[in-house]
């Protein structure tokens, strides 16, 4: 798990290093592709100081960390909460409002920067403007993302036999006991397990790359009008984005190292964007083609495992569960928690 986030990270490091891509014409026998003229220099105006952007992203990089630190590790120190802990109604309440937030996230954030990228009229026309690339990507990274869902439960079933089952197998081999039909309980208790874990991780991987790729824009960014609002949004957005990844995380009953690697991954990956755009503030121009290209599929991907996560993995998951629909008032309220919180998620969209 922590090779593929390092692997992801420095992907993304490499992508964002891409030189601009090439304007003019086509060639002799195509229609030329005219760029703005504004898209080939660096813009400017009195939103933009670079020395006092610089010091707004310095206090961002450490206010979003502490943000997601308490986000993510909040569910799992609810074991010594006991109204917070998996079994209770609290707890369930809360995943359903962060599962609203994720949701909100995909499609109010995510989607819609993708739009703007792909779309941009820094783009040729041809093709950017003559496909909706955004929703065709988003559209195969959800079936993508099911394609791992679905094979990952498979290799957690074929190659992961937990020693409590191996017990039992021995137990049926050497003494004839067998518990009832010999597979509930502890089979559906299992599987439930192994599905914890496979949520836990996708949804990691779809968080830790749309999370880089908007601290990436947010550093190389000089627009204080810009940022002064982002700070507040990205901080309420990976409290509560934390605290559904937190929740998936305490369900998966992952040991304390898994836990700790899991949650400071989440943590630095957005401050960590916002470092590399600093870093790469120099050479990195947000409206040049190659970034936009960059920029766009890679929310556009992210969006699509979001949207799946969110819908298939979480909520259907937990309404359709047992808890939910033996307690019709539980159901309703959570319902509330869900549009409570894609609702907030979304007004941050003014800003964000």
Request: glycine residues 8%; charged residues 15%; contains cysteine.
């Amino acid at each position: 798990m922590a090779k593929l986030h390092l692997l992801i990270l420095l992907s993304l490091l490499l992508l964002s290093t891409f030189p601009p891509l090439s304007h003019g014409a086509d060639s002799a026998t195509q229609q030329p592709n005219t760029i703005p003229e504004e898209c080939l220099t660096a813009t400017g105006g009195p939103c933009h100081s670079k020395t006092r952007s610089l010091k707004l992203k310095l206090v961002a990089i450490a206010a979003i960390l502490v943000a997601s630190m308490m986000g993510v590790t909040l569910p799992m120190l609810s074991r010594t909460i006991p109204a917070l802990q998996p079994d209770k109604k609290l707890f369930v309440l809360v995943k359903a409002f962060a599962s609203g937030v994720i949701l909100a996230t995909g499609y109010m954030h995510v989607l819609p920067d993708s739009f703007d990228c792909l779309t941009s009229q820094c783009l040729p026309e041809n093709p950017w403007r003559k496909f909706p690339f955004t929703t065709f990507i988003a559209m195969l990274s959800a079936v993508l993302t099911l394609m791992v869902d679905s094979y990952a439960m498979s290799w957690y079933k074929k190659y992961s036999t937990p020693p409590e089952k191996r017990i039992e197998k021995v137990e049926q081999k050497f003494s004839g006991h067998f518990h009832g039909d010999g597979s509930s309980g502890l089979d559906s208790s299992t599987t439930q397990l192994r599905r914890y874990r496979v949520v836990a991780q996708v949804l990691e991987l779809g968080i830790v790359v749309h999370s880089v790729v908007i601290g990436l824009s947010m550093g190389a960014s000089d627009n204080l009008c810009t940022i002064r609002p982002l700070v507040a949004a990205l901080c309420f957005h990976q409290f509560f984005e934390g605290m559904g990844l937190g929740g998936c995380i305490l369900q998966a009953e992952y040991e304390t190292k898994m836990k700790a690697m899991m949650a400071f991954f989440f943590s630095v990956t957005t401050p960590f964007g916002i470092a590399l755009g600093i870093g790469l503030s120099n050479v990195y121009r947000e409206n040049s083609p190659a970034a936009l290209i960059v920029v766009g599929v890679l929310d556009a991907v992210s969006a699509g495992l979001l949207n799946y996560m969110a819908l298939v993995d979480l909520l259907a998951a937990d309404f359709m569960g047992k808890k939910l629909q033996e307690d019709m008032k539980l159901q309703a309220i959570s319902y509330v928690a869900v549009f409570l919180g894609a609702g907030g998620m979304s007004v941050m969209a003014i800003w964000a």
